[in-house]
């Protein structure tokens, strides 16, 4: 079993920028990749940015593309994701996830089919 742990939530005036971090641990040494979704009000799960353990390759959705980075922590289990110019439509639960490396068969979008979850982390953006 894998535990993913997250944290960094807030709320924020739009404009602004918060930090999330995530660590995984446990049974990680199967990870493939680690990233971050979230589900905004009334919306279905979506895949915002993850990032490849063997290259360290990266992917973002493409409303997050210049604003969100995500970065390691070294050969850690663990990831972070700077969000910069938050915008009111960035308010969701942000979830952290790690990926074993399985074909992709949901529907969240990302290339990623994602087996451990975080229990997510409320970021509030404020027009």
């Known amino acids: 079993q894998v535990q993913v742990l997250e944290s960094g939530g807030g709320l924020v005036q739009a404009g602004g920028s918060l930090r999330l971090s995530c660590a995984a641990s446990g049974r990680t040494r199967s990870t493939y990749a680690m990233g971050w979704l979230r589900q905004r009000p009334g919306k279905e799960r979506e895949f915002v940015a993850g990032?490849?353990?063997?290259?360290?390759?990266?992917h973002y959705e493409d409303s997050v593309k210049g604003r969100f980075t995500i970065y390691r922590d070294g050969g850690k289990n663990a990831v972070y994701l700077q969000m910069n110019d938050l915008e009111p439509e960035d308010t969701a639960v942000y979830y952290c996830?790690?990926?074993?490396?399985?074909?992709?068969?949901?529907?969240?979008?990302?290339?990623?089919?994602?087996?451990?979850w975080g229990q997510g982390t409320q970021v509030t953006v404020s027009a």
């Open positions: 996830a790690v990926s074993f490396g399985r074909e992709k068969y949901s529907n969240y979008g990302g290339p990623y089919e994602y087996d451990y």
């Open positions: 990032m490849r353990w063997g290259d360290g390759i990266t």
